[in-house]
């Protein structure tokens, strides 16, 4: 049972397999945008993360020029007048002096 058409069935079946070509590479090629794609966010990623850490380099050599200027402008008699003031007030000598008596006491 043929059906008299005026296309050659020669032309009809090219474009039925090239359709079917078409219907299955298409997961194939859906999958490889999304590697791409996934390729692509994780790149971002990376670049983001290498930028934060340089920004972070920048200010922490801020940080530390401006601790280095602090030091090599303070007057040394202040500072020692201050750390002399700070251990009087504090119960860290305390603190060393029992922590010295416990050392000396196991060494016996």
Do not use: F
């Amino acid at each position: 049972m043929t059906e008299e058409t005026y296309v050659n069935s020669q032309v009809t079946d090219a474009v039925a397999q090239t359709s079917m070509k078409v219907l299955g590479e298409a997961p194939a090629e859906a999958v490889g945008v999304l590697y791409q794609q996934m390729a692509h966010s994780i790149g971002l990623a990376l670049q983001n993360v290498i930028a934060q850490q340089q920004h972070s380099y920048t200010i922490h050599n801020a940080i530390t020029l401006a601790a280095s200027r602090q030091l090599l402008t303070v007057d040394p008699i202040a500072a020692a007048k201050a750390s002399q003031d700070l251990m009087e007030d504090s119960s860290i000598t305390d603190n060393l002096i029992a922590l010295q008596s416990i050392v000396s006491g196991m060494s016996e």
